[in-house]
T-cell receptor
Framework: NAGVTQTPKFRVLKTGQSMTLLCAQD?????MYWYRQDPGMGLRLIHY???????AKGEVPDGYNVSRLKKQNFLLGLESAAPSQTSVYFC?????????????FGEGSRLTVL | KNEVEQSPQNLTAQEGEFITINCSYSVGISALHWLQQHPGGGIVSLFMLSSGKKKHGRLIATINIQEKHSSLHITASHPRDSAVYICAVRYQGDKIIFGKGTRLHILP
């Protein structure tokens, strides 16, 4: 099993450009998350999804959009990139349930916006 | 205000020392996660616990729900344990809050 796979792993954008990060998981997990990690701060939740066709805003959703058309894929879009969106982005997934549900993370995607 | 506080923020120790990293939180939780992140690397789940204690190899995680506190212990520490250790708590079903992490450096 590949687990959680993020593509691309590195990207440089100019201000105003758009791009999409893809997160794919092969574990049949219901829950998927997009986080950003910045120096000196904990992981912050951008958007999340509790199942196919559903998405919800997290702590820092502005400037991002997401879609979960298939259970295994969770896409994060930047419509008009800004330098403040320079960060490392992590996708995570887990099964539903309060007692179960270990988090599985992708390897991260480093995005630089010039 | 971060609702998950870790201490210490940074820790340097000699190989072989017993390591303790603490995590305190302020919300009612359904589960607590301990995660490990090596420099430039991905994030790996070490433990998920909702009560008591779990052990995996040289790593031990404990949680006291009443005191809203968890500890991660490393016995016989080794340079390969050098990493950032992150505490995260799950609450209100779907939500997860992360601590800022504890940077551990084990000297040979």
């Amino acid at each position: 099993n590949a687990g959680v796979t993020q593509t691309p792993k590195f990207r440089v954008l100019k201000t105003g450009q758009s791009m999409t990060l893809l997160c794919a998981q092969d574990m049949n997990h219901e829950y998927m998350y997009w986080y950003r990690q910045d120096p000196g701060m904990g992981l912050r939740l951008i958007h999340y999804s509790v199942g196919e066709g559903t998405t919800a805003k997290g702590e820092v959703p502005d400037g991002y959009n997401v879609s979960r058309l298939k259970k295994q894929n969770f896409l994060l879009g930047l419509e008009s990139a800004a330098p403040s969106q320079t960060s490392v982005y992590f996708c995570a997934s887990r099964v539903a349930g309060a007692v179960t549900g270990e988090l599985f993370f992708g390897e991260g995607s480093r995005l630089t916006v010039l | 205000k971060n609702e998950v506080e870790q201490s210490p923020q940074n820790l340097t120790a000699q190989e072989g020392e017993f390591i303790t990293i603490n995590c305190s939180y302020s919300v009612g939780i359904s589960a607590l996660h301990w995660l490990q992140q090596h420099p430039g690397g991905g994030i790996v789940s070490l433990f998920m616990l909702s009560s008591g204690k779990k052990k995996h190899g040289r790593l031990i995680a404990t949680i006291n729900i009443q005191e809203k506190h968890s500890s991660l212990h490393i016995t016989a520490s080794h340079p390969r344990d050098s990493a950032v250790y992150i505490c995260a708590v799950r609450y209100q079903g779907d939500k997860i809050i992360f601590g800022k992490g504890t940077r551990l450096h084990i000297l040979p």
